[in-house]
């Protein structure tokens, strides 16, 4: 449960004006309850591009300027600063236990200056019911650069300061309800100039013997799955065989041979589908896929094609598809695309249309119905750019649950490099990936300086989108799935679509206290 407080100081005085709180451990919990309450303060980055010169009114500005983003730990000092006149805002969590808990609860929270005198109270009730929500259903996936890592920490790829921090961004991810993870089997070809190169994060060995044949290993692969599960994790997508945008070219691919050199076999300068990536292809996928069932996880991996591949390159992309066919038999293809030709021709079984073009793909009869956004879907649709109201983002929620969605893909957890990763970029400094995207797009968190992410304020509001379908399903559970739509329905006063919805936070906040009602009534609570 979370709570945003708005600061807004008016003293009439030219000092700033210094006040005390109690983070984390030290919150004050009259109901002397286990909660556990943490409080951030809510600072601010700059945006020169935070949206495209065609916009519509949904959006709270288009013009460059600062945007509350990070979310900082207020520190061992407690102390936060009022500037006279100008807002400051501070995000409260307040997490109760798995177990327990139930009933009404005070929560108090108290300002007070570096004397240590009051000066601000403010009483929260709450009341915890005795229920949980269900585990999500949807398949939730925003892709994970652990090369950006790498390349923001200055550690190297594979060292121990390299999996620790990868261990603590995919937990951070876990926690706010992503449930697949990108695979990086080698370097990404995604978002890369063509001939150029991101930083190599090979989790499969390969070797090259010397009557041309090749062995793999999978020890780093092994600890990618393990750390994973670890944080979480349950579904897995190996990354894309094929170049983006068409599938034209072999992703970048570095092999030992037995004399103990090492190079690049594969990369820009290989046709996708010429016989030598076609024979390494049919070497490696089988050896993959067995060991797949050894680690147990087969049964929860997708694989990918090629990203965003459109209208012009289906004959390339039939080319990869059917090159890889009958060793991926069995597994889900999971490719972000907006051709319906793609699906209808069978191409693709798990194909992941934008919110602009999600409706011909349901009007077709799509069996799984995933959806994607990212800088293109900026008019009409929910997105999550700066310049954009929070309840913009989270209607995304409530248009999942209506259309049966399966699953969400987002391209940008944490890149932290230019457009085509022409540079490595300062997430704090640059946020539109140098005047590429518009700001939010490209990550939803920023690095910490002790390894660790740093939580985005629109990372909390996707949280809470999500959770809006688990607690619309725990009413469906109670009454019906016909209930729960007309509820919907009669309250938003229109029927929803992803371009046509209540742009409101009110209606957000009244579809949810009324399904608790409901839920409530239905257990007689």
């Given amino acids: 449960m979370d709570y945003l407080l708005l600061v807004h100081h008016t003293r009439k005085m030219k000092d700033p004006f210094f006040v005390t709180a109690f ?15 943490s409080v951030r303060r809510v600072g601010f980055v700059p945006s020169a591009f935070p949206a495209y010169g065609e916009s519509d009114s949904g959006y709270l500005t288009t013009e460059p300027g600062l945007f509350p983003d990070p979310l900082y730990d207020l520190g061992a000092d407690s102390v936060i600063q009022l500037i006279p006149y100008y807002w ?28 240590g005198r009051p000066l601000v109270r403010k009483n929260i009730s709450l009341q915890i019911l005795p229920l949980a929500l269900p585990e999500s259903k949807i398949l939730h996936t925003e892709w994970f650069y652990a090369d950006c890592l790498a390349d923001y920490y200055h550690v190297t790829v594979f060292s121990e300061p390299f999996w620790q921090i990868v261990s603590n961004f995919m937990r951070t991810a876990a926690r706010r ?24 994060v090979q989790l499969v060995q390969v070797r090259v013997k010397r009557d041309g044949s ?24 190996m990354g894309h065989l094929f170049s983006q945008w068409g599938a034209r070219y072999a992703p970048s691919i570095t092999a030992s041979r037995a ?13 996708a589908s010429g016989n030598a990536y076609r024979e390494f292809l049919h070497a490696f996928l089988p050896a993959l896929s067995a060991h797949l069932r050894e680690l147990g996880i087969a049964d929860h991996t997708y694989f ?18 059917e090159m890889v066919a009958e060793d991926l038999e069995g597994y889900p293809i999971l490719d972000a695309l907006s051709t319906l030709k793609y699906y209808a021709e069978g191409l693709v079984s798990h194909p992941v249309p934008t919110t602009e073009f999600i409706g011909e793909f349901l009007q077709y009869g799509m069996e799984h119905p995933w959806i994607y956004y990212c800088s293109g879907e900026y008019l009409k649709v929910s997105n999550r750019f700066f310049a954009m109201p929070s309840c913009r983002l989270r209607i995304l929620g409530i248009q999942m649950y209506l259309y049966h969605i399966e699953g969400f893909l987002h391209w940008g957890y944490n890149f932290y490099n230019s457009q085509y990763s022409k540079r490595h970029i300062n997430p704090y400094e640059v946020t539109d990936a140098d005047d590429a995207f518009p700001s939010g797009d490209a990550f939803l968190v920023y690095p910490g300086e002790d390894g660790r992410p740093v939580e985005s304020l629109r990372l909390l509001v996707l949280q809470e989108a999500f959770d809006d379908v688990r607690i619309l399903t725990l009413m ?6 016909k209930t729960v ?36 009534k239905a257990e007689k609570l």
Wanted: charged content about 30%; glycine content about 8%.
């Fill in 23 to 37: 983070p984390d451990e030290r919150a004050k919990n009259p109901s002397g309850e286990n909660l556990s309450i």
């Fill in 476 to 481: 469906e559970r109670k009454t019906d799935r």
């Fill in 214 to 237: 090749y062995a793999f290993g999978f020890e780093h692969l092994d600890r990618w799955v393990g750390t994973a599960r670890e944080a979480g994790f349950s579904w897995f997508e």
């Fill in 88 to 115: 400051r805002s501070l995000w409260i969590e307040i997490r109760v236990p798995e177990h327990g808990g139930a009933g009404k609860k005070e929560i108090e929270i108290c300002f007070t200056d570096l004397s």
């Fill in 304 to 321: 990918h094609i090629s990203d965003e591949p459109n209208e012009d390159n289906i004959d390339t992309y039939r080319i990869a598809r």
């Fill in 485 to 520: 739509e007309e509820m919907i329905r009669n309250i938003a006063g229109m029927e929803i679509t992803f371009d046509h919805y209540p742009q409101s936070a009110a209606f957000l906040q009244e579809v949810r206290q009324e399904a608790i009602r409901r839920i409530r």
């Fill in 177 to 200: 309800g992503m449930n697949m993870i990108l695979t990086p089997l080698f370097s990404l070809p995604l978002d890369t100039l063509i001939g150029g190169h991101r930083t190599p």
């Fill in 259 to 271: 004399d103990g050199s090492e190079q690049e076999i594969f990369g820009w300068n290989t046709q």
